[in-house]
């Protein structure tokens, strides 16, 4: 199934762009050679390794966050 446009909605429009950096941090910290644009030159594993380690990386961050821990935020 082909699809021209994405079905991602993101639920808090004012966090896109934070989001979107935070994509391209992660591909960064993993050596995915993620671009601007078109990425259908990746592989499903190396796409996601890079959403995988997101949501990894926000529920630390919100457990750290509920527990009261004072380690700074990666966001």
Sequence with gaps: MSNTSSSNKVT?????GALNRF???VAN???VPLTDGYNGNLTSK???SVGGEMVRKM?????RQMSGGVQ???F
């Design 29 to 31: 910290e993993l050596g």
């Design 59 to 63: 529920i630390a961050e919100q457990e």
């Design 23 to 25: 994509k391209f941090e």
């Design 46 to 48: 190396q796409n996601g």
């Design 12 to 16: 808090v429009p004012e966090a896109k």
């Design 72 to 74: 700074n935020s990666q």
